[in-house]
């Protein structure tokens, strides 16, 4: 018996992993294609920027992490998971 395909939630859901687990592992993955963004305000210091990872890519309404270093030193901040304004 084959198994069933998973739901659009539930494949965003592992989208969301392994992005998280390659931001986690090395912030600057040529996969997440991270970039700054400059819509949002650090949430520390608004000298420093914010960053756009892609989760998704070719896909309407494609998903986003916003994100940020800090508080502390080697800590990353989630600021938003979302579709791409």
């Known amino acids: 018996m084959s198994e069933a395909k998973s739901s659009k939630s539930e494949g965003l859901y592992k989208q ?3 992005t998280l687990d390659s931001l986690e592992k ?3 993955h040529p996969g997440l294609q991270t970039h700054p963004y400059s819509s ?3 949430p520390y210091d608004r000298s420093q ?3 756009e990872a892609y989760i998704q890519n070719r896909t309407p309404g494609a998903y ?3 994100w940020c270093y ?3 030193k080697n800590e990353i901040t989630i600021i938003a998971i979302t579709p791409n304004p």
């Open 16 to 18: 969301v992993l392994k």
């Open 26 to 28: 090395n912030p600057r």
């Open 40 to 42: 949002l305000n650090h």
């Open 49 to 51: 920027k914010v960053f």
């Open 64 to 66: 986003r992490i916003f």
């Open 70 to 72: 800090g508080p502390e």
